[in-house]
């Protein structure tokens, strides 16, 4: 049997199989149709009930939009109500009725003209756009006039599909309850509908072009959201590959809320923080849906990254105050620039280096270059004012980089302090074990700094003298190489010992086996791409800090990584058969 | 009648949002707000004018208003558009 596959954008993740509901783009009849004098009176009347029922329409809208999806997507109906208030659009309409002697649907129509003109005229893209909402809202008024409502689509949950929504139409539609999905011809991943369907979990492919010519009423749908596929009348065997997909997706889903917003304890009561390793402020509402607790690691290069000239402080500061506007209360550990090295920075025309892992790098270069470092600390001293911020310094080789990062610090403070900036006077700071040299520092370290946060991924090249990207070599990178181990464990007890905070970020703490001899050495926080929060979760509450402790203490005499892991894993199998247990959320 | 120049100085100009607020204000007095720009002249309670005004960052508007509470109109209007609308930038 044929059927149709078509590829779109996938913007909100989710799977869903059901009838499809078309939706008929609202267009206004270019008919001009007159009207006897005497039923003008008559004719504004109808008109001003239309209007009745549209601001009933939108009030109604905007409550209901603000219970599920928040302040911040009603806001557009209290736009359109003032639109539909405004006297001058009003008395245009009256005026029209009045002296051309015609039907309310011919002066809606016209009015409708006459801003478009208006607003196609502007030369701001954004202020041209608003020509919609003004369509949006005299397509409504437009709709009222008939005097049969439209009966509400009956049949239940339905596949909606349309060309394109408008905002307010996309927010009215998918706020009912009644929608499974939504595919459409137009729009793009930062469009209102996929923002608005990714808040309210309804999978949504768009950028399909033509899928409402390829489908009518009554059609069955599968869509993809998460891949951007939509299947038109699938024989039964996809319907039921489909039917499994979406279980499992379901579980999925169902699984990492539970786990989500279980807390983060071990079985004997420990508790452990895992936290998301970020590039992007966006980033963070995700993180949290995970389980994250916070922001562990926000790696600032993008910034630098995204723009061939250098940021300016505006820049750094709208998207850090984003940030702890967006994690509030929770946390957020802002890394300094970390770049130079294999991450060029064409803006800063660093010269190429023999070895760039060895060479001007990170703090290093920022150091080096001070006019671009302050600017990005007073960005985040600004953005500190709601008292989450944290700063983190990486690439610390020696005790006199702290000395000079903290000097350079305590003036900006100064500075903002004379020009009456608020800032949080107790911004912790902190800085990266990377390299081996701070590693074995670490009891010197701790008393100048409030936080520690160790790079793994760094650290164990290092101390390994290993490139992981280099295939020849690859093969001695080992995270439980006892050396690393050794290291890694010193830290992390020397840490704990001085009552400071310890973090790893790097890639370790991601991974289930060393995550648990991290938790063993005395870890709390975790901090690792949030895809990772869930299994990592998962795995710590299965456990008890006590004898994983136990465990890890006796690991540490064994000679090699090998023997590390073997041990380990066998020994926590044995007390938990469930430990490393996949499960749903994989 | 009270006059003045004033700079748009919020990231997003007089948009959607920005026009919301400066006309639910607007309309707690009861005189006649006017916005020019260029040579386009508005009725500041009307957020459809104002939106074609396109008044967007560092544009400069003229607020022009008259009626019994003028003084306070002016005020609390200058105070937003100057407050940058309770916009972060």
């Known amino acids: 049997m044929e059927f149709v596959r078509l590829r779109g954008i996938a913007v909100s993740p989710g799977v869903a199989m059901g009838r499809v509901r078309v939706t008929e783009p609202l267009v206004f009849s270019a008919q001009r149709e007159s009207i006897p004098p005497v039923r003008v009176k008559a004719e504004r009347a109808r008109l001003e009930q239309a209007v009745r029922r549209t601001r009933r329409q939108l009030s109604l809208l905007r409550s209901k939009i603000k219970k599920k999806a928040g302040q911040d997507h009603a806001f557009i109906f209290d736009a359109h109500l003032m639109i539909l208030e405004d006297h001058t659009l009003r008395s245009n309409l009256d005026r029209i009725i009045a002296t051309e002697k015609v039907k309310a649907e011919w002066a809606l129509c016209q009015v409708n003209a006459k801003y478009r003109r208006i607003f196609e005229s502007l030369d701001d893209d954004a202020f041209r756009q608003r020509q919609l909402d003004v369509y949006d809202v005299l397509a409504k008024i437009y709709r009222n006039l008939k005097q049969k409502r439209e009966a509400i689509a009956a049949g239940g949950k339905k596949i909606l599909v349309a060309h394109d929504l408008l905002p307010s139409e996309a927010a009215g539609r998918l706020s009912r309850g009644n929608v499974l999905g939504v595919a459409l011809d137009m729009g793009g991943p930062t469009s209102h509908v996929a923002i608005l369907a990714r808040s309210l979990n309804i999978p949504t492919v768009v950028g399909l072009h033509d899928v409402t010519g390829q489908v009518k009423n009554g059609d069955t749908l599968i869509l993809d959201g998460t891949d951007g596929e939509v299947i038109i009348n699938p024989p039964p065997a996809v319907q039921r590959e489909f039917e499994s997909k979406k279980q499992r997706y379901d579980n999925y889903r169902l699984e990492l809320h539970r786990l989500a917003k279980m807390p983060s304890l071990t079985l004997d009561r420990v508790r452990f923080t895992p936290m998301a390793n970020i590039e992007l402020p966006e980033e963070i509402a995700m993180a949290q849906s995970l389980g994250a607790e916070g922001v562990g690691l926000f790696r600032s290069e993008f910034l630098y990254l995204q723009s061939a000239s250098l940021p300016d402080e505006d820049d750094h500061y709208r998207v850090y105050s984003q940030l702890a506007r967006s994690a509030y209360p929770a946390p957020v550990c802002i890394r300094t620039i970390d770049i130079g090295g294999e991450k060029a920075l064409p803006q800063l025309k660093i010269e190429q280096e023999r070895n760039p892992a060895l060479g001007l790098r990170a703090i290093r270069l920022c150091l080096k270059n001070r006019d671009m470092f302050r600017i990005q600390l007073r960005a985040i001293l600004r953005a500190s004012f709601l008292r989450n911020i944290q700063l983190l310094v990486p690439m610390i080789t020696e005790i006199e980089e702290v000395g000079e990062v903290k000097l350079l610090f305590e003036e900006i403070k100064t500075e903002l302090r004379a020009e009456k900036v608020r800032f949080d006077e107790n911004i912790p700071l902190g800085v990266m074990i990377e390299v081996p040299a701070a590693a074995a520092l670490t009891d010197l370290l701790v008393k100048e700094v409030d936080f520690l946060s160790i790079g793994t991924n760094d650290l164990i090249q290092y101390c390994l003298a290993v490139d992981r990207s280099n295939e020849f070599v690859a093969y001695l990178y080992k995270p439980l190489h006892p050396s690393v181990l050794r290291l890694v464990k010193f830290i992390i007890e020397t840490a704990v010992q001085a009552g400071r905070r310890v973090t790893v970020c790097g890639e370790m703490a991601a991974d289930p086996l060393s995550a648990l001899i991290l938790l063993g050495f005395g870890l709390r926080e975790f901090s690792m791409n949030p895809i990772f929060i869930p299994r990592i979760k998962r795995m710590l509450r299965a456990v008890e800090f006590r004898t994983v402790r136990r465990i890890v203490a006796q690991a540490m005499d064994l000679r090699t990584a090998q023997e590390v892991e073997e041990f380990v894993t066998e020994k926590i199998l044995a007390r938990y058969p469930h430990a490393f247990l996949k499960g749903g959320a994989e | ?89």
Not at chain 2, 21 to 30: P, Q
Not at chain 2, 36 to 47: F, H, L, P, V
Request: hydrophobic content about 45%; cysteine-free; overall charge positive.
């Open chain 2, 1 to 89: 009648m009270v006059e003045k120049k004033l700079v748009i100085r919020n990231k997003l100009g007089l948009h959607a949002r920005a026009a919301v607020k400066f006309v639910n204000l607007a309309n707690r007095f009861s005189s006649k707000v006017k916005i020019i720009k260029n040579s386009a002249e508005i009725d500041g309670k009307s957020i459809l004018g104002i939106l074609t005004l396109a008044a967007t960052q560092h544009s400069t508007i003229t607020l022009k208003i008259s009626g019994r509470d003028e003084k306070d109109a002016f005020k609390a209007l200058t105070g937003l558009i100057n407050d940058k609308f309770e916009e972060k930038e």
